[in-house]
Structure formats: C-alpha cells, structure tokens
C-alpha cells in the first residue's frame, strides 16, 4: 500500500532552521504535485509550499524567503529547509502527495511531524 513518511522536526530556537523530509513509497507512481502543509490546533490546515514534477515551487507569503522546497524525482522524496524560524511557525508539517493520470486522481498524506519554535 502506498505511503508517505515526514521526518525531520523537533525543536529548534527562534532564527534556527530545520530541514524536512518526506519520502513516498517506491510503489507510488505519477506523482504530480508534492506539498508542505501546516496545521495548529483549532485552525485550518494551510498549504505552505509546493512543487511539481517540473520542477515549479508556489509558496505561501508568509515563508516566502524563508522556507526552500525541493524534490528527488527518482526517490519519490521531497524536502522543506525552513530557516529563520519564528515562532508562529510552531504547527505540525504535513506532506501530500498527489498520484495522477488518465486513469485515476489520488491524494496521499503523511501522518505529520511537529515542529516547534521557540522564543
């Protein structure tokens, strides 16, 4: 069964950086669109960054310059360098991955890690 795995949060001071990975199972294929989502309790889950199989990167204002998004095609992998954290970037960091072609449409998602910031 296709899966997908975060790894790399934790706890890291005010302007420190941390690095995500997420790793999608070898048995996913056509992957289209891979993305950082962010989610703190009692509100909505955001999109942080994206990209696609491409290569193009859409980011969300508030990490624009701060946050770098890439993606290993041949591993099914994909990486979030977040630096000068501040602390309202404390959330749990999903990763989603969508799975398209012309005989289906399906998103995946991880299970989440945290990542906090302190002040």
């Known amino acids: 069964q296709a899966q997908v795995v975060e790894s790399g949060g934790g706890l890291v001071q005010t302007g420190g950086s941390l690095r995500l990975s997420c790793a999608a199972s070898a048995s996913m294929s056509d992957i289209n669109t891979m993305a950082w989502y962010r989610q703190v309790p009692g509100r909505q889950r955001e999109l942080v960054a994206s990209i696609t199989s491409g290569g193009h990167t859409n980011y969300a204002d508030f990490v624009k310059g701060r946050f770098t998004i890439s993606r290993d095609n041949a591993k099914n992998t994909v990486f979030l360098q977040m630096d000068s954290l501040k602390p309202e970037d404390t959330a749990v960091y999903y990763c989603?991955?969508?799975?398209?072609?012309?005989?289906?449409?399906?998103?995946?998602w991880g299970q989440g890690t945290q990542v906090t910031v302190s002040s």
């Open positions: 989603h991955c969508n799975s398209q072609n012309r005989w289906w449409n399906r998103d995946y």
